[in-house]
Structure formats: C-alpha cells, structure tokens
C-alpha cells in the first residue's frame, strides 16, 4: 500500500455579484415597484377620502346639533325679515342691529369678526356695511356669486358646535393643500383665531361649503327662475330641514375645491390671484359630499349632469313647462337676471369642455330640489 498526498486546488470565497446577477436584482425591484406603487398610492389616496368623509360627518352632526336649537332651522347669518329692507344693511340698521359675523378671540384678547354695527348696535361695533355680503348666503352686494355665509362654516357662530375654533382640521379636506399651506401657522395655534398679520393673509376658509341654494328661502330659486331676495318680503328666511324633499338627494357640504380624480394642474388659470379648480370644474371630479339625509359619500359631476338631462327630457315630454332641470345658471342656460351671473362666467374656468353643472350652488326650488335623481 501506498499512501500518496495529492494536491487539490482550494475554492476561494467570493464575495459581491456580477453585473448580470446585479441587473436581474435592479429588475426584479423595479418591476415590484410597479405593481406595488400603485396600490400603494390607491391606499393612501383612499385614505385622505376616509378623512375627508369623517370630517364631513363630524360637520353633519354639528349641523344637526345647530338645527335642534334652532327650531329644525339652518344657519343663516340673515335676519327673517330683510327682504322688508331690500336686503340693505344701512336700512336694517335703521331699525335694529343686525346679527354680526363673528370669527373669534385672538390671544391678545381682540375679537374678530366681519362686523356691520349702526346706531343702535352697542358701542365700539365698527360699521362696515360692505359686509352685507358676508351676511347673504352668497351674491353679497360687491360680493360676487362665489362669496358668502356659505363658505364660512367655521365661524365662531358654527364652529361652537364643532370646539370652538376657526382653525381646525375638521373643516379643511387633508388633499386640500392649497387651504393647508395657507393655514398651517394658525393651525397649530391653540387659540381661537389668530391675527392674520402674523401669517400674512386673509382668513382661510373652509373646504367644505353649505348648498347656498338651500339656505335661501325656497321661493328665490323656485321653477319660474332666481328671483333676488332683497325683492321678497321673506326671501332671507333660511329654511328648516324638515323642508328637504329629497334628503338623499339635495346636497348639504361638499368639498370646495376639485379633489378627488382631479386631472388637470392645482390652480384654474382664469383665476387672479391663483386658486385651485372648483368642485364642479372637470366632468370627472367626485367630491365628498354630505347629503341632508345624514350620509356621505362622494357625488359625481357626471352623474349630476345625466340626471339634470333626464329630468329635462322627463319635463319636456310631460309637458311641464317653466322648469330648467336641476339647476340654474349652467353654461347652456342663458343668466336669468343678476342673481346668478357669477355662475356664468366661472364656467369659463372649467377643465373641460364636458362639464355643464351648478349644482349644490343654484338647486331649482333650493331645499326642496335636488341636485341628483340617484341616490349616491
């Protein structure tokens, strides 16, 4: 026997990859990148709506908090019988003092407020009477259609039902970041309100607005065409919910601003100084909606539209006459006198050329319309 050493080369230990290894790992985490980013972003966005839908309850209960102490009635900042004075506040004030839009406390102990103070107002309320078009609904005097009470529901007046602050995340939408960067400074201060000289602008309104529509009385947008209030002698009576005709069917809130499948750039290009595109700017947008039944969920311009076409066709072959469908002032409805001229021309601001919508703004019959034939 004989016992022999044989020589075996020895397997060093490598370490890294090689090009090709490394281009398949790349690969591979590209292509789980593409089907996961998607979804990822599909869940956040579905997110941000889950938000903007509790948000949307939480005013819903408010509201209904607000009409148990006012008779069913809904917020209005008009006194009953303006319509006696032409809606003018110099008349009003003639007579008594007219309520005040009255924002709240800041921490140097100044209470803000869009004030209308006269005569017979206590002293030292300022007299603004400009802000008449704070009181109405919306197509304040000077005001233009798309300003008024109704986007103001975290005045102090309103937000007492919600904790008593203007600032607070309930009332802005958390896509809404146009009205989040304007507000931030004065969101994480504790406080009421806070003087906008130290965040440099204007007060920084809500996301969600009230249907204007329906807190006029109902005869000012009624089948025969807008009527101004100032004209009627109970034309500034908000109505009481119980009034609602269709309460799945007219809406309550909806988000201001074009959020949810919104296609084009942030801002409308028509618009100086920029703000971003409405609810009703593109036929796809579907914005958070509360409903005067009590449920949320969100409302398709689409869908609008086909059901403002129906109810014209159901009109026309039953032979109804005097009704324009489901709303007033849409681009293919020429303006029926000065009430609603704003809605005309802000149109021209829309995204695309499909859409054809006022609702939620200018509802026929105002609470007792509706802004859709489909439950949503």
Not at 43 to 64: F, M, V
Not at 294 to 307: D, I, N, R
Request: glycine share 12%; aromatic share 14%; net charge neutral.
């Amino acid at each position: 026997m004989r016992l022999d050493r044989r020589k075996f080369p020895v397997k060093t230990k490598r370490f890294g990859f090689t090009i090709v290894e490394l281009l398949v790992v790349v690969a591979i985490i590209s292509l789980l990148i593409a089907i996961l980013l998607p979804a990822i972003q599909k869940a956040r966005e579905t997110a941000l709506l889950t938000q903007s839908i509790a948000n949307l309850k939480n005013l819903g209960t408010a509201n209904g908090s607000y009409c148990t102490d006012y008779n069913d009635r809904q917020f209005t900042m008009c006194g009953d019988d303006w319509g006696l004075y032409g809606g003018n506040l110099a008349a009003i004030n003639a007579v008594y003092c007219p309520p005040q839009c009255i924002i709240g406390w800041d921490a140097g102990g100044g209470l803000w407020g869009y004030w209308v103070g006269g005569p017979n107002c206590p002293p030292g309320i300022p007299v603004y009477p400009g802000n008449a078009c704070v009181h109405w609904p919306n197509n304040g005097p000077g005001c233009g259609w798309s300003f008024g009470t109704f986007r103001m529901p975290n005045m102090k007046a309103f937000n007492d039902y919600i904790n008593g602050r203007f600032y607070d995340k309930v009332f802005y939408a958390p896509k809404d970041k146009y009205s989040l960067e304007l507000a931030a400074i004065p969101l994480a201060y504790p406080g009421e309100f806070m003087d906008p000289a130290f965040y440099g602008g204007e007060p920084v309104f809500s996301t969600y607005v009230w249907s204007p529509a329906a807190m006029w009385n109902p005869d000012v947008f009624d089948k025969d065409g807008p009527t101004s209030p100032a004209t009627m002698a109970g034309g500034f009576k908000s109505p009481s919910v119980g009034q609602c005709k269709f309460p799945d069917q007219k809406t309550w809130m909806i988000e201001w601003y074009w959020m949810q499948n919104r296609e084009g750039g942030e801002f409308a290009p028509c618009y100086t100084p920029a703000s971003p595109y409405l609810y009703k700017h593109g036929y796809n947008s579907t914005p958070a909606t509360l409903w005067f039944d009590g449920h949320v969920a969100t409302f398709g311009m689409g869908t609008a539209m086909e059901s403002n076409q129906r109810t014209k066709a159901q009109q026309s072959s039953g032979g109804v006459t005097g009704y324009k469908g489901l709303w007033w002032g849409a681009p293919n409805q020429a303006p029926t006198g000065g009430f609603i001229n704003g809605t005309w021309g802000d149109m021209a601001c829309a995204y695309d050329m499909l859409i054809d919508t006022n609702c939620h703004i200018a509802t026929v019959d105002g609470i007792l319309g509706r802004d859709t034939v489909v439950t949503q």
